[in-house]
C-alpha cells in the first residue's frame, strides 16, 4: 500500500511570495489533514477535509493560507503572501473513517524556508 | 481547548536500558484513543502505540507500551531494551474526536 504522498519536498521562497503544497493521500482514505509544524515543536492542525469538505479550519490563517481537496483525493495548500513566520514543515496526513481509532498516517512533510 | 502537556523536552538514555517519557492531557470526553507518535531525524511521522480508553489494560507493542492512568489523564511511554534507532522526537497525541491534538515533545537521544 502506497503512502502520503507530499511535494515539494523542500522550498525556498522570498516574503510576500506564494507558494503552494500537494498531498496525495492513502487511497481510500476519505480524511485529510494539513498540519504546520515549526522547528522544535509538535504539528499544529490547519485544516481537516473530509472527502471533498471542510471538518474544521478553525486555526487556519485564512487571510493568507487556503486549501482545497477536489475531488475528494488530492489536496493542495497555498500561502500567499508568504511572513517570515510562516518557515515551517507541512505534514499532511491521512487516515480512514473505517477505522475507529482514527490513527492518521502521514507524509514526509514539506519544509518551507521564507527569506 | 484541549491541552497535552509532555514536562521532558530532552532525554536521554543508554543502549540497552529503559526509560519512560511523561504525558498528561486534558479531556472532557469519555471515550477516546491516545496515541505515541516517534519523529525520527529528517524522517517522517510514524505510529508507536495507541491505547483505547475504555480499557485498563495498558497496550503494548514489542519494546513499547504504556502506563495509562485515565483518572489522573496521564498516559506514559516506556520503552525497554532501548536502541539507537529509537532516537527520535516523541509525541503524545490524545484524540479529539476526529483530531489529534499533539504535545510538544520529547527529544529522545539513546547513547552507544
Known amino acids: 500500500e502506497a503512502g502520503v504522498a507530499q511535494s515539494p519536498r523542500y522550498k525556498i521562497i522570498e516574503k510576500r511570495q506564494s507558494v503552494a503544497f500537494w498531498c496525495n493521500p492513502i487511497s481510500g482514505h476519505a480524511t485529510l489533514y494539513w498540519y504546520q509544524q515549526i522547528l522544535g515543536q509538535g504539528p499544529k492542525l490547519l485544516i481537516q477535509?473530509?472527502?471533498?469538505?471542510?471538518?474544521?479550519d478553525s486555526q487556519l490563517p485564512k487571510d493568507r493560507f487556503s486549501a482545497e481537496r477536489l475531488k475528494g483525493v488530492d489536496s493542495t495548500l497555498k500561502i500567499q503572501p508568504a511572513k517570515l513566520e510562516d518557515s515551517a514543515v507541512y505534514l499532511c496526513?491521512?487516515?480512514?473513517?473505517?477505522?475507529?481509532?482514527?490513527?492518521?498516517?502521514f507524509g514526509p512533510g514539506t519544509r518551507l524556508t521564507v527569506t | 481547548a484541549q491541552t497535552v502537556t509532555q514536562s521532558q523536552p530532552e532525554m536521554s538514555v543508554q543502549e540497552a536500558e529503559t526509560v519512560t517519557l511523561s504525558c498528561t492531557y486534558d479531556t472532557s470526553e469519555s471515550n477516546y484513543y491516545l496515541f505515541w507518535y516517534k519523529q525520527p531525524p529528517s524522517r517522517q511521522m510514524i505510529l508507536v502505540i495507541r491505547?483505547?480508553?475504555?480499557?485498563?489494560q495498558n497496550a503494548t507493542e514489542n519494546r513499547f507500551s504504556v502506563n495509562f492512568q485515565k483518572a489522573a489523564k496521564s498516559f506514559s511511554l516506556k520503552i525497554s531494551d532501548s536502541q539507537l534507532g529509537d532516537t527520535a522526537m516523541y509525541f503524545c497525541?490524545?484524540?479529539?474526536?476526529?483530531?489529534?491534538?499533539f504535545g510538544p515533545g520529547t527529544r529522545l537521544s539513546v547513547l552507544p
Open positions: 491505547q483505547e480508553a475504555y480499557k485498563q
Open positions: 496526513a491521512s487516515s480512514s473513517t473505517s477505522a475507529s481509532s482514527y490513527e492518521q498516517y
Open positions: 477535509f473530509q472527502n471533498n469538505g471542510v471538518v474544521d
Open positions: 497525541a490524545p484524540q479529539s474526536g476526529q483530531n489529534f491534538v
